[in-house]
């Protein structure tokens, strides 16, 4: 699970950005609510910058991009901040 290996690897002093999609995907709520349980907290829910939306591929190929992620243009994501909790 991803909770595993976040855990794993973040330090105290670290954070961890989740992006999806705006309203969620399946299991966001859970998700969220584990890692409050694994120490983790929840500090910011804002809008993914503009940038999160761009071409990923390294080519720059834009047919490329759209034909494996035509819904980068036409979708808002969501980001959310979780830093290990203050104990």
Do not use: W
Not at 15 to 28: A, I, N, Q, S, T
Not at 52 to 64: A, C, H, T
Request: charged fraction near 25%; hydrophobic fraction near 35%; glycine fraction near 8%.
């Amino acid at each position: 699970m991803l909770q595993k290996v976040i855990v794993g690897l973040i330090k105290p002093e670290g954070c961890f950005f989740y992006v999806c999609p705006e309203g969620g995907r399946d299991g966001l709520p859970e998700f969220i609510k584990v890692m409050s349980t694994k120490g983790f907290e929840l500090v910011e829910k804002t809008t993914a910058p503009e940038q999160y939306r761009q071409n990923p591929l390294s080519n720059g190929d834009e047919e490329d991009c759209f034909l494996h992620f035509h819904e980068l243009a036409s979708t808002s994501y969501d980001l959310f901040d979780f830093r290990p909790a203050l104990l």
